[in-house]
């Protein structure tokens, strides 16, 4: 099973980046292969909130469609995973809040591969980060 993290859709439907290629190509890859692809509610947040601060509302749309039309579940953000993600900021000092977010969603579902472009995964042992 692999976490589906927000840059992916983003730079799926933005414009022209060397990691459009490489986000488009893996993510291929990983549906080819029958992988099981998971999200959470929070990456949807992320989407709408960077939108939204870049008055960018029309990409909202797309990015959503490129994210729920691969992932088989959108997992949810409660209670524990955010007690969760405050254990994992508190274990790893500079960790971003979001990344921290993802991380708790992750350990609990026994997640241990995250596709996404952002190195803060690297610093939390036992994920592995395809990119």
Do not use: C, W
């Amino acid at each position: 099973m692999v976490f589906v993290d927000s840059n992916v859709p983003m730079y799926l439907v933005g414009a022209a980046h060397p990691n459009k290629v490489d986000a488009q190509r893996r993510l291929e890859q990983l549906v080819a292969d029958r992988v099981r692809l998971v999200t959470d509610a929070e990456v949807l947040n992320e989407i709408l909130h960077r939108y939204v601060a870049l008055d960018r509302r029309g990409y909202i749309q797309a990015a959503f469609d490129a994210l729920l039309g691969v992932v088989d579940e959108v997992l949810p953000v409660d209670r524990a995973v955010v007690e969760g993600a405050k254990q994992v900021v508190l274990q790893y000092p500079g960790l971003a809040v979001r990344t921290a977010l993802h991380v708790a969603v992750m350990q609990r579902h026994g997640i241990e591969q995250v596709l996404s472009f952002d190195v803060g995964f690297e610093r939390v042992p036992r994920l592995v980060r395809l990119r």
